[in-house]
């Protein structure tokens, strides 16, 4: 179990797997970057390193945003929701945010 602060830790509503979904903003530009998901210890290590980090629920692992493709994000601020259950995690990010190469993971097919 992480060091989590005891007062952040009380008010996270976590789902049935612990984790909470932490949606990514770029600090500049307000654009929403990407989505993904911390449970305590990936959000201890992101407010203590700096670093976007995650939980990786198709490996099952943590991984630092741009430690294998260097394109990083530099964490500004966390923010927590009024109801708990959602993370902002404000960013200056270096380079694409999206897997794909794109900006951003929300560049795609406009549904309205």
Known sequence: MSSL???IASRLKRDA???VPAVVQDAESHDVLMVGWMD????????TTGRGTFWSRSRQDY???GETSGNTQ????????CDG???LVIVDQTGPACH??????????QLL
């Open 5 to 7: 602060d005891p007062a």
């Open 40 to 47: 305590d210890e990936a959000l201890h290590r992101t407010l």
């Open 63 to 65: 991984w630092v945003k």
């Open 85 to 87: 259950d959602t993370l």
């Open 17 to 19: 797997d612990g984790l």
């Open 100 to 109: 794909t190469g794109d900006r951003t993971c929300f560049d795609a097919d």
């Open 74 to 81: 530099a964490v500004r601020e966390v923010r927590l929701d």
